[in-house]
Protein backbone atom coordinates (compact mmCIF):
# COMPACT_ATOMS: atom_id res chain seq x y z
CA UNK A 1 0.00 0.00 0.00
CA UNK A 2 1.33 3.27 -0.42
CA UNK A 3 1.02 5.63 1.67
CA UNK A 4 2.89 8.27 4.35
CA UNK A 5 3.98 7.43 7.53
CA UNK A 6 4.94 9.18 10.53
CA UNK A 7 6.12 7.89 13.83
CA UNK A 8 5.28 7.66 17.22
CA UNK A 9 2.22 8.76 17.08
CA UNK A 10 2.14 10.58 20.46
CA UNK A 11 5.65 12.12 21.59
CA UNK A 12 6.49 13.37 25.01
CA UNK A 13 9.81 15.43 25.58
CA UNK A 14 11.28 17.10 28.84
CA UNK A 15 11.92 20.95 28.22
CA UNK A 16 15.41 21.32 26.76
CA UNK A 17 15.66 18.07 24.92
CA UNK A 18 15.66 18.03 21.13
CA UNK A 19 13.29 15.55 19.19
CA UNK A 20 13.05 13.89 15.77
CA UNK A 21 10.35 13.09 14.28
CA UNK A 22 9.66 11.16 11.66
CA UNK A 23 8.24 10.88 8.46
CA UNK A 24 8.42 8.39 5.56
CA UNK A 25 6.68 8.16 2.11
CA UNK A 26 6.81 5.43 -0.60
CA UNK A 27 4.56 7.69 -3.24
CA UNK A 28 8.00 8.31 -5.25
CA UNK A 29 6.77 12.23 -4.75
CA UNK A 30 9.29 14.65 -5.07
CA UNK A 31 8.17 17.35 -2.92
CA UNK A 32 7.70 16.66 1.15
CA UNK A 33 5.95 19.29 3.72
CA UNK A 34 6.21 19.59 7.46
CA UNK A 35 3.49 21.57 9.53
CA UNK A 36 2.42 22.63 12.53
CA UNK A 37 -1.01 22.67 13.98
CA UNK A 38 -2.17 24.36 16.84
CA UNK A 39 -5.82 24.44 18.40
CA UNK A 40 -7.86 26.98 16.65
CA UNK A 41 -5.37 27.86 13.55
CA UNK A 42 -4.71 26.65 10.10
CA UNK A 43 -1.85 24.46 8.86
CA UNK A 44 1.29 26.43 9.29
CA UNK A 45 4.36 25.65 6.84
CA UNK A 46 7.40 24.64 8.84
CA UNK A 47 10.12 23.68 6.29
CA UNK A 48 9.52 21.93 2.72
CA UNK A 49 11.78 20.18 0.16
CA UNK A 50 11.33 19.55 -3.49
CA UNK A 51 14.13 17.48 -4.45
CA UNK A 52 16.71 15.59 -2.29
CA UNK A 53 18.89 17.22 -1.18
CA UNK A 54 17.09 20.52 -0.92
CA UNK A 55 14.83 22.50 1.71
CA UNK A 56 13.79 25.80 2.03
CA UNK A 57 12.36 27.34 5.33
CA UNK A 58 8.45 27.85 5.76
CA UNK A 59 6.51 30.77 7.93
CA UNK A 60 7.62 28.80 11.31
CA UNK A 61 11.38 27.30 10.86
CA UNK A 62 12.82 29.01 14.14
CA UNK A 63 13.49 25.92 16.32
CA UNK A 64 13.70 23.55 14.03
CA UNK A 65 15.87 21.88 11.48
CA UNK A 66 15.38 18.84 8.23
CA UNK A 67 17.44 16.66 5.95
CA UNK A 68 16.29 15.26 3.01
CA UNK A 69 19.17 12.74 2.38
CA UNK A 70 16.65 10.29 0.44
CA UNK A 71 13.58 10.67 -1.29
CA UNK A 72 11.79 8.61 0.79
CA UNK A 73 12.53 10.27 4.04
CA UNK A 74 11.86 14.11 5.29
CA UNK A 75 12.70 13.75 9.58
CA UNK A 76 11.70 17.04 11.29
CA UNK A 77 14.01 17.94 14.77
CA UNK A 78 11.85 20.18 16.91
CA UNK A 79 15.01 21.66 18.97
CA UNK A 80 15.24 23.49 22.60
CA UNK A 81 15.20 26.72 20.74
CA UNK A 82 11.57 26.22 19.40
CA UNK A 83 10.05 28.06 22.30
CA UNK A 84 6.50 26.26 22.03
CA UNK A 85 7.05 23.12 20.85
CA UNK A 86 3.74 21.09 21.92
CA UNK A 87 1.04 20.86 18.83
CA UNK A 88 0.11 18.39 16.11
CA UNK A 89 2.61 17.95 13.52
CA UNK A 90 1.55 16.86 9.89
CA UNK A 91 3.87 15.24 7.24
CA UNK A 92 3.24 15.61 3.11
CA UNK A 93 4.46 15.22 0.06
CA UNK A 94 2.62 15.76 -3.26
CA UNK A 95 3.76 14.61 -6.98
CA UNK A 96 5.89 16.75 -9.23
CA UNK A 97 3.20 18.92 -10.86
CA UNK A 98 1.58 22.24 -10.63
CA UNK A 99 -1.50 20.86 -9.98
CA UNK A 100 -0.09 20.31 -5.80
CA UNK A 101 -2.57 17.97 -3.94
CA UNK A 102 -0.83 17.06 -0.79
CA UNK A 103 -1.22 13.73 0.80
CA UNK A 104 -0.78 13.67 4.41
CA UNK A 105 0.87 11.48 6.97
CA UNK A 106 -1.48 10.28 10.26
CA UNK A 107 0.48 12.81 12.49
CA UNK A 108 2.59 13.15 15.57
CA UNK A 109 1.04 14.82 18.53
CA UNK A 110 3.91 16.50 20.62
CA UNK A 111 3.60 17.11 24.02
CA UNK A 112 6.87 19.21 26.27
CA UNK A 113 6.30 18.37 29.92
CA UNK B 1 0.00 39.19 1.39
CA UNK B 2 -3.02 36.61 1.55
CA UNK B 3 -5.71 36.04 3.91
CA UNK B 4 -8.43 33.54 4.17
CA UNK B 5 -11.34 33.64 6.38
CA UNK B 6 -13.90 31.05 7.15
CA UNK B 7 -16.39 30.66 9.81
CA UNK B 8 -15.01 28.60 13.16
CA UNK B 9 -18.19 26.99 13.52
CA UNK B 10 -21.15 25.41 11.89
CA UNK B 11 -23.96 23.54 13.07
CA UNK B 12 -26.48 21.11 11.24
CA UNK B 13 -28.89 18.77 11.07
CA UNK B 14 -28.79 15.49 9.56
CA UNK B 15 -29.74 15.09 6.57
CA UNK B 16 -30.13 18.64 5.49
CA UNK B 17 -27.85 21.07 3.54
CA UNK B 18 -24.99 22.94 4.48
CA UNK B 19 -22.80 25.29 3.08
CA UNK B 20 -19.19 26.11 4.29
CA UNK B 21 -17.99 29.83 2.55
CA UNK B 22 -14.68 30.50 2.23
CA UNK B 23 -13.29 34.10 1.31
CA UNK B 24 -9.72 35.33 0.38
CA UNK B 25 -7.47 37.87 -0.29
CA UNK B 26 -4.15 37.72 -2.13
CA UNK B 27 -1.91 38.81 -4.77
CA UNK B 28 -1.03 35.54 -6.53
CA UNK B 29 -4.11 32.46 -7.18
CA UNK B 30 -3.45 29.00 -8.75
CA UNK B 31 -6.35 27.57 -6.60
CA UNK B 32 -8.18 26.85 -3.98
CA UNK B 33 -8.71 23.36 -2.22
CA UNK B 34 -10.67 21.96 0.35
CA UNK B 35 -9.52 19.28 2.66
CA UNK B 36 -11.69 17.74 5.45
CA UNK B 37 -10.35 17.32 8.68
CA UNK B 38 -11.96 14.36 11.30
CA UNK B 39 -10.59 15.28 14.64
CA UNK B 40 -6.67 14.21 15.97
CA UNK B 41 -6.13 12.93 12.07
CA UNK B 42 -4.78 14.37 9.05
CA UNK B 43 -6.68 16.16 6.51
CA UNK B 44 -8.03 14.27 3.15
CA UNK B 45 -8.39 15.86 -0.01
CA UNK B 46 -12.07 16.89 -0.88
CA UNK B 47 -12.28 18.99 -4.33
CA UNK B 48 -9.77 21.78 -6.53
CA UNK B 49 -11.19 24.85 -8.18
CA UNK B 50 -9.01 27.13 -9.66
CA UNK B 51 -11.58 27.99 -12.65
CA UNK B 52 -14.35 29.97 -11.76
CA UNK B 53 -17.80 27.71 -11.04
CA UNK B 54 -19.04 24.64 -8.97
CA UNK B 55 -17.21 21.46 -9.03
CA UNK B 56 -19.64 18.41 -7.95
CA UNK B 57 -17.99 14.93 -6.60
CA UNK B 58 -21.53 13.15 -5.16
CA UNK B 59 -22.29 14.34 -2.10
CA UNK B 60 -19.81 17.12 -1.92
CA UNK B 61 -19.60 20.54 -4.17
CA UNK B 62 -16.91 23.36 -4.36
CA UNK B 63 -18.02 26.71 -6.26
CA UNK B 64 -15.37 29.21 -6.99
CA UNK B 65 -15.54 33.17 -8.01
CA UNK B 66 -12.15 33.76 -8.29
CA UNK B 67 -13.50 37.77 -8.89
CA UNK B 68 -15.12 38.23 -5.48
CA UNK B 69 -12.05 35.82 -3.73
CA UNK B 70 -14.82 33.63 -2.63
CA UNK B 71 -15.32 29.98 -2.18
CA UNK B 72 -17.99 27.33 -0.88
CA UNK B 73 -18.22 23.93 0.06
CA UNK B 74 -21.71 22.32 -0.17
CA UNK B 75 -22.44 19.39 1.92
CA UNK B 76 -26.18 17.27 1.12
CA UNK B 77 -27.54 15.18 2.78
CA UNK B 78 -25.67 15.26 5.94
CA UNK B 79 -24.44 12.40 7.85
CA UNK B 80 -22.73 11.77 11.26
CA UNK B 81 -20.13 10.99 9.84
CA UNK B 82 -19.29 14.88 7.84
CA UNK B 83 -18.93 15.82 11.55
CA UNK B 84 -15.14 17.25 11.16
CA UNK B 85 -13.26 20.31 10.23
CA UNK B 86 -13.20 21.82 6.80
CA UNK B 87 -10.20 23.37 5.84
CA UNK B 88 -10.04 26.23 2.81
CA UNK B 89 -6.43 26.24 1.70
CA UNK B 90 -5.45 28.40 -1.27
CA UNK B 91 -2.13 27.89 -3.45
CA UNK B 92 0.01 31.05 -4.10
CA UNK B 93 1.93 31.95 -7.26
CA UNK B 94 4.55 29.87 -5.42
CA UNK B 95 2.34 26.77 -5.93
CA UNK B 96 2.25 26.55 -2.03
CA UNK B 97 -0.99 26.41 0.02
CA UNK B 98 -2.22 28.71 2.19
CA UNK B 99 -4.17 27.54 5.08
CA UNK B 100 -7.69 28.59 6.44
CA UNK B 101 -7.96 28.18 10.44
CA UNK B 102 -10.45 25.35 9.57
CA UNK B 103 -14.55 25.51 10.07
CA UNK B 104 -15.92 22.63 12.53
CA UNK B 105 -19.11 21.11 11.57
CA UNK B 106 -21.27 19.56 14.06
CA UNK B 107 -24.01 17.78 12.67
CA UNK B 108 -27.00 16.98 15.17
CA UNK B 109 -29.32 14.08 14.67
Known amino acids: DGGITQSPKYLFRKEGQNVTLSCEQN?????MYWYRQDPGQGLRLIYYSQIVNDFQKGDIAEGYSVSREKKESFPLTVTSAQKNPTAFYLC????????????FGPGTRLTVL | GQNIDQPTEMTATEGAIVQINCTYQ??????LFWYQQHAGEAPTFLSYNVLDGLEEKGRFSSFLSRSKGYSYLLLKELQMKDSASYLCALMDSNYQLIWGAGTKLIIKP
Open chain 2, 26 to 31: TSGFNG
Open chain 1, 27 to 31: LNHDA
Open chain 1, 92 to 103: ASSPPVDYNEQF
